[in-house]
């Protein structure tokens, strides 16, 4: 098969036909359950589920055949498979993996931005989902479909897309409880939800890290009072929440105190960090949009990196209980409740970690205040099993024939649900993370964009691996 023409199809579906359906399904508000316990009657996860499965269904792809599975309370998904073609076999099969659930809008987007209104510049589409991960599906059928056209082969295809992974893939245990007989013996996964350090190359993701989450509340009145007349006798909600946060995170540092949150950093993965950091050296921290006068928590880039990846840490990623600052009269508060999103490092039992936390969080409230923390959520994170050397190789090649570079591999710091669940039903199976998340492209926040460049590489890749695959 020439790379070449492959190539040159993948980025012809890119441009003239993705694009424009991608931009259609970003327009589509379908937030994950987490954050939209409405959205089954709001109808927007079916929206963008027919949406994708109606383009999908109308690729030119041999042999393809697309279910929506549908269970009693659960977020439907999509099951897609290819027999195989050319000297593919049967015996063999690649899964695709991808979701199409979204996070919140967030606020922060450019002027003349939005998260569901798609545009494109300077070769970016912009919008919420696009890059995370609603072009999985997209991918994954075009890259088949370009196999096909090439006169290449591959094995059987099957290409699982959910619509929970924003909320921890809260509905997939119970989908591949169904479907796991009829994925059947999966040798190379291909998850799509990953991210890259450059568009130079192809990279895969060696790591996820693990999540505990959940709302910190502290209560001391049943409703507010002057605050001229109550503070010095009663006690801030906010402060006790100050007291419970100083249990769980070093204040001055950020360090995690909660031993049940840590794990040893793997040799093979300091060494990683250390080899991508020389070549780049702001993968660590310069890639985030800094305000000036800013220090990074770390100094060196490869500790920078592993930092961002295997080191437990705290983020408030939401507020209750507190006014806009210019509608904040003279009050204390009755309550302030936090969200607080803990990642944790690949190999931590998250079970446990967030056993303990809850633990510190909720012994000998602060002056008696009356302290819950609900919501809570967790998920393991995964440490990926080393690629066998043919993997490596044919990674490699596919990296130098789409992009001129090649192929690498680092750590992220956040989250797929599914690797470990993957992990658990398939140890057999080789596993590539891989995805177009570049520097920049801000995923769960404003501005979020696909570059198209980097998207079409990484299809072309996909492509020219799964044929690959088929030749030993």
Not at 178 to 186: A, E, M, V
Not at 294 to 321: F, I, K, Y
Not at 326 to 353: H, K
Not at 432 to 454: K, R, W, Y
């Amino acid at each position: 098969m020439i790379a070449s023409t492959v190539i040159a199809h993948v980025n012809t579906v890119w441009r003239d036909e993705i694009v424009p359906s991608l931009s259609d399904y970003i327009r589509i508000p379908c937030v994950s359950a987490a954050y939209e316990p409405d959205w089954a009657s709001l109808g927007h996860m079916d929206r963008a589920v027919d949406h994708i499965r109606a383009w999908c269904a109308a690729r030119p792809v041999v042999g393809l055949t697309i279910e929506r599975q549908e269970l009693a309370g659960r977020s439907p998904v999509l099951l897609m498979e290819v027999p195989p073609f050319g000297v593919g076999s049967a015996e063999r099969t690649v899964l695709f993996y991808g979701h199409l659930d979204k996070q919140p809008e967030m606020t922060g987007w450019r002027d003349g931005f939005g998260p569901w209104d798609p545009l494109v510049e300077n070769g970016r589409l912009y919008g919420r989902g696009g890059g995370d991960d609603g072009y999985a599906a997209y991918a994954a059928i075009t890259a088949v479909e370009a196999v096909q056209a090439a006169g290449g082969s591959h094995d059987r295809i099957v290409v699982l897309i959910e619509a929970s992974e924003e909320s921890g893939s809260i509905d997939l245990p119970a989908h591949l409880e169904t479907l796991g007989p009829r994925i059947g013996r999966t040798d190379l996964v291909l998850c799509l939800d990953g991210g890259c350090l450059d568009d130079q190359r192809l990279w895969a993701t060696t790591s996820l890290r693990g999540l505990a989450s959940g709302t910190l509340t502290a209560e001391v009145l049943h409703e507010g009072v002057h605050s001229g007349e109550a503070s010095g006798v009663v006690p801030s909600s906010f402060r006790v929440l100050r007291q419970l946060l100083d249990r769980v995170e070093d204040p001055g540092t950020g360090e995690i105190l909660v031993p049940e949150c840590h794990a040893p950093i793997p040799d093979d993965r300091v060494e990683q960090a250390r080899a991508v950091t020389a070549e780049l050296p702001e993968a660590g921290a310069g890639i985030f949009p800094w305000v000036d006068g800013v220090r990074p928590m770390v100094a060196d880039p490869a500790g920078q990196l592993l930092a961002r990846t295997w080191r437990p840490t705290l983020s408030v990623t939401g507020a209750s209980g507190l006014p806009p600052a210019n509608r904040a009269g003279n009050v204390l508060r009755p309550f302030t409740s936090l969200r607080l999103s803990f990642r944790l490092p690949p190999t931590t039992d998250s079970t446990a970690a967030l056993a303990a936390i809850a633990d510190r969080l909720l012994a000998d409230p602060p002056s008696g205040a009356q302290v819950r923390f609900t919501e809570r959520e967790h998920a393991d994170g995964w440490n990926a099993p080393r690629f066998r050397p043919e993997l490596e190789a044919q990674l490699d090649a596919v990296s130098v024939a789409a992009f001129g570079g090649s192929f690498r591999a680092y750590g992220e710091g956040g989250s797929i649900p599914f690797m470990g669940m993957l992990g658990e039903q398939y140890p057999d199976a080789q596993i590539v993370v891989t995805g177009v998340l570049g520097p920049g492209s801000n995923a769960h926040g404003p501005n979020e964009f696909v570059d198209l460049n980097t998207a079409e590489r990484v299809t072309a890749s996909l492509a020219l691996l799964i044929d690959a695959r088929t030749k030993g």
